[in-house]
């Protein structure tokens, strides 16, 4: 009996250093691109105070919603410590959300539009790893592009053009696989993201001079479902 105990553990201590090295290490810098589907939803409020062709009054608004296809590409650098893992991750999303509604003014029926063209944002990253699984979470610092248009028509063919960054914050859970069987390095991932934009004031010029300033409040938000491929260079 002891002598076949002394021979698991010498099996065990000969092969230690193998199973060690086949489990998988998540640390290193990533680089890599995705691909999506995202849903936006944004308010417009009036505000102008008096009189506005493109509202009734001030404290109007309207609600918007889109969905369409956004892709990206991002940068990451992490640490594992045995089965935790922590990182930091820079991204650029780009597309091309819109949405036009009509409402109807004082004076005539109005087209507003709501555009999203970009968003940049750093997050960091929280997660856990079992050999080459890894589940994570996201939390940071987003900035998004988003222009704004209202048309009267047909009365004043006035057009207000508006375009500014907002900044929000992101928050977001992912789920990453190492193809190790084609190369450990190469990582394949899904994640979805909820991105919260602080309210804006938008200025911009109505274009038929009819109106010094076209004013209004924008509060967007948007939800990203997206597959992702890097890779992990140790």
């Not at 507003?112 to 079992?130: D, E, H, T």
């Amino acid at each position: 009996m002891k002598k076949n105990l002394h021979s698991i553990l010498f099996t065990l201590i000969a092969f230690a250093p193998n199973l060690y090295a086949d489990s998988y290490d998540w640390s290193g810098i990533s680089v890599g691109a995705k691909v999506g589907y995202a849903s936006m939803d944004s308010r417009l409020e009036n505000r102008v105070v008096g009189d506005q062709h493109y509202f009734n009054a001030y404290g109007d608004s309207i609600e918007l919603k889109d969905t369409s296809a956004l892709g990206g590409i991002f940068l990451g650098a992490q640490k594992q410590y045995k089965n935790y893992l922590f990182g930091v991750e820079l991204d650029h999303t780009f597309g091309d959300l819109e949405e036009t509604k009509q409402m109807t003014g004082p004076f005539a029926t109005n087209n507003f539009k709501v555009r999203m063209k970009n968003i940049n944002s750093i997050a960091g990253k929280l997660g856990y790893a079992f050999d080459d699984n890894l589940i994570y979470a996201k939390l940071g610092y987003a900035s998004a592009k988003f222009s704004t248009q209202a048309d009267e028509i047909p009365s004043f063919d006035h057009t207000g053009l508006s375009s500014n960054r907002q900044s929000g914050y992101l928050i977001g859970l992912g789920y990453d696989k190492s193809l190790k069987l084609l190369n450990k390095n190469i990582i394949l991932g899904i994640n979805y993201d909820h991105y919260e934009f602080n309210d804006k004031t938008q200025i911009g010029q109505d274009l038929s001079g009819y109106i010094p300033t076209y004013d209004v409040n924008v509060n967007p938000s948007l939800d990203s479902l997206m597959l992702k491929l890097s890779y992990k260079f140790n």
